[in-house]
């Protein structure tokens, strides 16, 4: 009897494992037989679930998000609180994942960056985390007073302050 295989979880989960290979190696390191030889599938393999690489850093950076989304606390814990637990899961990796955008954004022009699919996944939902947690109106400067703290956290090598008000 064939066995039976549920592609769009497999499709997913390539995508999950694949994304720790892009950190691990920045996008313009990594080719589809690197990837193929890390997930221990055929490059053809993996051909089938992705046509190229873009699409695979696409999957990847979808299944990243849906981890961001789904690791929060219940809307119940105070907005600080909430704040705190997002920076937290944000900071797992941050180095790594900040290094991989700006190696996949390399070259690109504004209107390129404001096109990339990629991109505007991973801003419309920490926009919209953010936005669930804040409120719509204070999103987008809460989301960047997060992403500088993080960044300062890492350029630092320590842990940086919050500014007064804590978001």
Known sequence: MPKIVDHNAHRAELARRAAEYFSQHGYAGVSMRGVAGFLGVSKSALYHYFPG??????????????????????????????????????????????????????????????????????????????????GPEKADETLAMIMGTLLLEHLSGGTWPLPSGGG
Request: hydrophobic content about 50%.
């Open 53 to 134: 690489k873009e699409a695979l850093f696409l999957a990847c950076t979808e299944q990243v998000m849906m981890g961001v989304e789904a690791s929060l606390p219940a809307g119940s814990a105070s907005e600080e609180a909430q704040i705190a637990q997002l920076m937290a899961v944000m900071r797992k990796g941050f180095g790594a994942e900040m290094a991989l955008l700006f190696d996949s954004l390399r070259g690109k022009d504004k209107g390129a960056i404001a096109g990339d699919e990629a991109m505007q996944i991973a801003l419309k939902t920490y926009r919209s985390t953010v936005a669930a947690i804040a």
